[in-house]
């Protein structure tokens, strides 16, 4: 049996191959906003924590409302540390956008904070 959560769909990679996509910046810490912005046909939602004060409670509840209006989840921390990222994957984002990556090392650093080791940290 599949785990409920491999069983999410991803509806900004499907967008993205089939018909082009529609996403917004969150940056209002208002989980109904979410709810609307599903009802009128947004694939993802780019939730913010490098340029705003939310929280992981917060940002937690923004997930879990995109998540619920079928919008996909990415997710913006304010540092690429691994703690951070992995409570957000943990939290059910289905995506992370790293801020300030500036060169391959910087990439493969971000990379390996969101894999198990032996391949991450």
Known sequence: MTPVWQQRTNSFKNAVHN???LAMWVNVP????LEILGHSGLDAAFIDMEHTSNDFETIERLIMAADLAGITPLVRPASAESHVVSRLLDAGAQGIVFANVRDGEA???????TLYPPFGT
């Open 30 to 33: 208002w989980p109904p906003l």
């Open 19 to 21: 018909r082009g996509q």
């Open 107 to 113: 990439a493969a650093s971000a990379i390996r904070t």
